[in-house]
């Protein structure tokens, strides 16, 4: 079965950083389009990146955009997401996700993703 694994969340002050991971098995990691997801308590979880199979296709949130990358590794079957210049706003746990294999449309849309990870949680102190 297809499973995806988090790490990397943790505690860090405003204006730092932080890189977290994915790693996917069970399934062929490069038919996948992958995502970044993230819940803050008490609200909607909210698309933060995705990156489509062979990584030269990318959306940001606009509150992320230019402080975060996603990026991927198919030959290690993993996920990142590169997080600089953190704020408060930004605490959340956060998800990847897969997309159904050899879907492509670059989705936003978390119900567009077949397989989740457990979560990691990201804490930003100001």
């Known amino acids: 079965q297809v499973q995806l694994v988090e790490s990397g969340g943790g505690l860090v002050q405003a204006g730092g950083s932080l890189r977290l991971s994915c790693e996917v098995s069970?399934?062929?990691?490069?038919?996948?389009?992958m995502g970044w997801f993230r819940q803050a308590p008490g609200k909607d979880r909210d698309f933060v990146a995705t990156?489509?199979?062979?990584?030269?296709?990318?959306k940001y949130a606009d509150s992320v955009k230019g402080r975060f990358t996603i990026s991927r590794d198919n030959a290690e079957n993993m996920l990142y997401l590169q997080m600089n210049r953190l704020k408060p706003e930004d605490t959340a746990v956060y998800y990847c996700?897969?997309?159904?294999?050899?879907?492509?449309?670059?989705?936003?849309?978390?119900?567009?993703?077949?397989?989740w990870g457990q979560g990691t949680q990201v804490t930003v102190s100001s």
């Open positions: 996700a897969a997309s159904r294999a050899y879907h492509t449309d670059l989705s936003t849309d978390r119900t567009q993703y077949a397989y």
């Open positions: 990156i489509n199979w062979g990584g030269g296709w990318i």
């Open positions: 069970g399934t062929t990691f490069s038919n996948h389009e």
